[in-house]
């Protein structure tokens, strides 16, 4: 089995100093209750900071590294420069605000990058140092974005994992971060990444290929040599062990006698952080709303709202306690009475039991975030309902929402509705309740914390298996099996080069015209046409004018669209391939000039056998749909039609059956009685069909990430005219295949 490390700004654990020494407490948080079975199960290591602590001595710090060592965890230890940098500066002052929506929470100016990366690349290196091959490496959360790139530098066949625990926001709101690019590369880096739900990962595709102009397939991003995997995830809680507790005789007891307290009011309980995203100031004006709409609900009713302290020491939080405090203020002075106050309002932390206690005493949990990445407070109340009454009231802006159908479902920002829910919820009958409860519990219990970490790992784990089956094999050839290659190229007497163009020796451009031959390549053709025993064969899609205007006056054989058209040696004229059908081009180019039309910045190439609609320079996304819904309009329209459908790099083809590049091979051999070996480049799809028809002997050499039958692989067109350059030079045993 491999070992898990899982990285998180935090370590799970919470260090104590007393009278001079330190000790080490496992903490038992969402997170750390999650990943604590697959932390022990794999035998890994936990990489985190161990917390806020004292100046220490060498030999303090030495102590409490081994304890932490102990339970098999990391630290990662934090200036205080950091901390303000990276922490509080970039990952709460930026990346929080921005993934909850919350724009006018963000600084003006960011000074904080270079910090946020610096802390990064130290986590990158401090995991690198205890990776060993076959590890697995998750990563948790937005502190740690640009992480998983970093560590794939480093390690670049490590198996690595990044789950978001914060919304990922729409790409209207993601593109206002100033280094946005960065940290999609960042996230980008990992082989598998996980959301809490199904519109996240929706709005962190879309923002992948509008701003790095990647597109995404369902549930895949490839990048360079790699596919990495997207899924929902949706974590859980230790559901078992929250009912368990709610079940304990004592706990039943005292939320018995807190419910005896006020026996003739309806609880309604909000437990949260005191963060400006759970919406807790607009919580607190619908039920002042509902008091003054409804007065004979004043003396049925109370809320009691627990905020936990959160970041007391940055200056927006302390403002936000401000007005939350008023706003306390004054419904209890508006509708307090001599018997009691409406709102019981509680700043503070409370041990889990007492959370627990007042989950079963409650008749009602509002759970209202203006925004939030999924919330376990919701889940924390069902799972504690073991009598399947009460009512959850959940914001549709949290992640759980997508899951907890049964909840009465608001929108935070209409107070009036929220007060509604509220009335209603205090009255809904006791079948509804356990109708509604029973289901969610059920759900919740099955789709507990446990299985969103096993389910998470599992990913990882089959992301690890199809890097050793097929990953490495689409991955660039490694150089010793490359040198192989070129010297058995070199040993031949005689070759045929057969080399495509665009994707294969020059990089596609945004405009086909842009992609002219350099004058490097000139003489690279050049070379290899003079070198003894070799004849080279230019076989593009492209239209014999620009192949002929563009390497015309080079000795080489030049083959046009696919091999419709062909001019096999330089004092030769053009012939066309005959018997291809050409009548559906009617049917085929309306279509194509329709979506040309509706899709601004494509548009349709007519070549002899073929018609290609271009959508390079169109907006990405909708360019891609838009592909995606032509292709599948061609297959069914055409299905009958003497054609083939293409799709292709940024383009749809539609090309007469009977011409491809396939067809050069057979006729090549046809004129040629001792072609001697024949090697033929190609990066797309077009140029499978000239690989398979090659002498059982022949080599086959595929430029870029695509999948391919091609048995060696080359990185890019930089790389495959480095090895076109190496069959320029004298034989060396032993000497390496340049840098790929």
């Given at each position: 089995m491999s070992r898990l490390l899982l990285v998180s700004n935090r370590l799970p654990v919470t260090v104590r100093s007393e009278e001079g020494r330190f000790s080490v407490t496992q903490s038992s948080g969402g997170l750390?209750?999650?990943?604590?079975?697959?932390?022990?199960?794999?035998?890994?290591?936990?990489?985190?900071?161990?917390?806020?602590?004292?100046?220490?001595?060498?030999?303090?710090?030495?102590?409490?590294?081994?304890?932490?060592?102990?339970?098999?965890?990391?630290?990662?230890?934090l200036t205080e420069d950091e901390l303000e940098g990276y922490y509080d500066g970039f990952s709460n002052g930026v990346l929080w605000p921005t993934f909850h929506y919350l724009l006018d929470m963000i600084p003006l100016h960011s000074r904080h990058w270079a910090s946020y990366r610096s802390v990064n690349e130290r986590f990158a290196d401090l995991i690198a140092s205890a990776y060993r091959p076959g590890d697995l490496v998750w990563i948790q959360d937005f502190h740690l974005m640009l992480l998983p790139a970093l560590l794939r530098e480093r390690i670049p066949d490590a198996t690595i994992g990044f789950f978001l625990h914060t919304p990922f926001p729409s790409y209207e709101v993601f593109r206002l971060l100033p280094r946005r690019d960065a940290l999609l590369r960042g996230v980008l880096g990992s082989d598998v990444i996980g959301f809490h739900t199904a519109s996240y990962l929706r709005h962190f595709t879309t923002s992948v290929v509008r701003i790095l102009g990647i597109e995404a397939r369902v549930g895949r991003i490839r990048v360079g040599q790699r596919e990495v995997e997207l899924g929902a995830y949706p974590m859980g809680v230790d559901?078992?062990?929250?009912?368990?507790?709610?079940?304990?005789?004592?706990?039943?007891?005292?939320?018995?006698?807190?419910?005896?307290?006020?026996?003739?009011?309806?609880?309604?309980?909000?437990?949260?952080?005191?963060?400006?995203?759970?919406?807790?100031?607009?919580?607190?004006?619908?039920?002042?709303?509902?008091?003054?709409?409804?007065?004979?609900?004043?003396?049925?009713?109370?809320?009691?709202q627990i905020a936990v302290p959160s970041r007391l020491h940055v200056e927006a939080y302390e403002s936000f306690r401000r007005q939350v405090d008023e706003l306390v203020g004054r419904i209890n002075g508006r509708f307090g009475t001599l018997e009691g106050a409406p709102v019981h309002y509680l700043f503070q932390s409370f041990p889990q039991r007492d959370v627990v206690k007042m989950f079963r005493a409650a008749d009602v949990m509002l759970v209202t975030p203006i925004r939030d990445g999924m919330n376990l407070v919701a889940k924390e109340f069902i799972a504690c309902r073991n009598e399947e009454n009460g009512v959850l009231i959940l914001s549709e802006f949290a992640g759980a929402s997508s899951q907890l159908e049964e909840a009465l479902h608001v929108n935070p920002y209409d107070i009036e509705q929220v007060g509604d829910a509220i009335k209603r919820a205090i009255t809904m009958s006791l079948d509804e309740q356990e109708t509604r409860m029973r289901s969610l519990r059920e759900r919740v219990a099955r789709e507990d914390v446990h299985h969103w970490a096993t389910t998470f790992v599992q990913a990882l784990e089959r992301s690890q298996a199809r890097l050793v089956e097929t990953g490495r094999r689409w991955g660039v050839t490694p150089a010793p099996h490359l040198r192989e290659a070129v010297d058995r190229i070199r040993r031949a007497e005689r070759i045929a080069l057969l080399l495509d163009y665009d994707g294969t020796l020059v990089p596609f451009r945004a405009e086909p015209g842009l992609a002219r031959p350099d004058q490097d390549l000139r003489n690279l053709l050049q070379a290899l046409a003079r070198r003894p025993g070799t004849c080279i064969h230019l076989v593009s899609g492209r239209k014999r004018e620009d192949i002929d205007d563009w390497l015309g006056t080079i000795p080489?054989?030049?083959?046009?669209?696919?091999?419709?058209?062909?001019?096999?040696?330089?004092?030769?004229?053009?012939?066309?391939?005959?018997?291809?059908?050409?009548d559906w081009k009617e049917e085929v180019r309306p279509?194509?000039?329709?979506?040309?039309?509706?899709?601004r910045?494509?548009?349709?190439?007519?070549?002899?056998?073929?018609?290609?609609?271009?959508?390079?320079?169109?907006?990405?996304?909708?360019?891609?749909?838009?592909?995606?819904?032509?292709?599948?309009?061609?297959?069914?329209?055409?299905?009958?039609?003497?054609?083939?459908?293409?799709?292709?790099?940024?383009?749809?083809?539609?090309?007469?059956?009977?011409?491809?590049?396939?067809?050069?091979?057979?006729?090549?051999?046809?004129?040629?009685?001792?072609?001697?070996?024949?090697?033929?480049?190609?990066?797309d799809q077009t140029d499978e069909d000239l690989f398979g028809a090659l002498p059982s002997d022949g080599i086959a050499v595929h430029v870029g990430p695509r999948a391919s039958r091609a048995p060696l692989r080359l990185a890019d067109p930089g790389a495959a005219r480095r090895l076109l350059e190496e069959l320029l030079e004298p034989r060396r045993e032993g000497s390496p295949a340049r840098d790929r």
């Open positions: 750390a209750t999650g990943l604590k079975g697959p932390h022990e199960q794999h035998g890994g290591l936990w990489f985190g900071w161990p917390g806020q602590l004292p100046a220490m001595s060498e030999s303090d710090r030495a102590e409490l590294e081994a304890s932490l060592r102990e339970i098999r965890t990391v630290p990662m230890w559901a078992s062990t929250f009912t368990r507790m709610a079940d304990d005789p004592r706990i039943v007891e005292e939320s018995s006698l807190l419910r005896a307290e006020d026996p003739d009011r309806k609880i309604v309980l909000g437990i949260d952080r005191l963060d400006y995203t759970k919406g807790i100031p607009r919580r607190l004006l619908a039920f002042e709303n509902l008091l003054e709409r409804e007065p004979t609900l004043r003396r049925y009713v109370k809320l009691i080489v054989g030049l083959h046009a669209e696919h091999g419709l058209w062909s001019r096999w040696r330089p004092d030769e004229d053009w012939t066309r391939l005959e018997g291809v059908p050409m279509i194509l000039d329709e979506f040309a039309l509706r899709t910045g494509s548009f349709v190439e007519e070549k002899g056998a073929s018609l290609v609609w271009h959508y390079r320079q169109a907006d990405v996304e909708y360019g891609a749909i838009q592909a995606k819904e032509l292709h599948l309009h061609l297959l069914e329209l055409l299905s009958n039609y003497p054609v083939q459908i293409l799709a292709g790099e940024k383009n749809i083809e539609v090309r007469s059956y009977g011409v491809h590049k396939g067809m050069i091979v057979t006729r090549l051999l046809e004129r040629t009685e001792a072609a001697g070996l024949v090697v033929a480049f190609g990066d």
